[in-house]
């Protein structure tokens, strides 16, 4: 059981917009800043958001973060086909002393 | 262009041990800090240590279910990091990836190399 919680999946036609959430706790997102990591099928993961919404060189605008109190959320805008992919946040844990991660999102273009 | 390379993953017996390495090249490997990951099969990804750079100590922190198991070491002259793998257990078979952080003392995966599996089975 995973100690950030997410939406096992979210959805969205091409152009729309899906938004996901991660749920933690006062130890980890409620006093440390959250990344986001993009997953697609087969390969590494890669750094999508960091410091809670700063976004990596290359990374298009379409991504965005956020967070308030104990969750975050990763924003997805304009849905293309290449955003198909496993989705995880991740953030340090001050009672586990290391990063903890969330189950992941599986999002699907429809 | 960073570029990080794990190898030594394969098939080993349960008790046993096994050594992955992590190439690096593009960057001034000894100025950044190193952390593993896993991901075992159909799974989520999970932490499994780090070490800081020099200037930072050189420390080294790990999850609580390989502490005393597991060593990360690196070697900054050759831009390499290790992580050295004791008392193999079978829920320990994941693929391991080896990335970069932010700075010397950063968790985070700002780069990552493509992975190496480890299957612990008898």
């Known amino acids: 059981q995973s100690v950030l919680t997410q939406p096992p999946s979210a959805s969205g036609t091409p152009g729309q917009g899906v938004t996901i959430s991660c749920s933690g706790s006062s130890s980890n997102i409620g006093s440390n800043s959250v990344n986001w990591y993009k997953q697609l099928p087969g390969a590494a993961p890669k750094l999508l958001i960091h410091?809670?919404?700063q976004r990596p060189s290359g990374v298009p605008d379409r991504f965005s973060g956020s967070n308030s109190g104990t969750s975050a959320s990763l924003a997805i805008s304009g849905l293309q086909s290449e955003d198909e992919a496993d989705y995880y946040c991740a953030v340090w844990d001050d009672s586990l002393n290391g990063p903890v991660f969330g189950a992941g999102t599986k999002v699907t273009v429809l | 262009e960073v570029q990080l390379v794990e190898s030594g993953g394969g098939l080993v017996q349960p008790g046993r041990s096994l050594r992955l390495s992590c190439t690096a090249s593009g960057f001034s490997f000894g100025d950044y800090a190193v952390s593993w990951f896993r991901q075992a099969p159909g799974k989520g990804l999970d932490w499994v240590g780090l070490?800081?750079?020099?200037?930072?100590?050189?420390?080294?922190q790990y999850v609580a279910s390989v502490k005393g198991r597991f060593t990360i070491s690196r070697d900054d002259s050759k831009s390499f990091a290790y992580l050295q793998m004791n008392s193999l257990r079978t829920e320990d078979t994941a693929v391991y990836f080896c990335?970069?952080?932010?700075?010397?003392?950063?968790?985070?995966?700002?780069?990552w190399g493509q992975g190496t599996l480890v299957t612990v089975s008898s």
């Open positions: 410091s809670n919404y």
């Open positions: 070490i800081t750079s020099k200037t930072y100590g050189g420390t080294t």
């Open positions: 990335t970069r952080g932010f700075n010397g003392a950063s968790w985070t995966g700002a780069s």
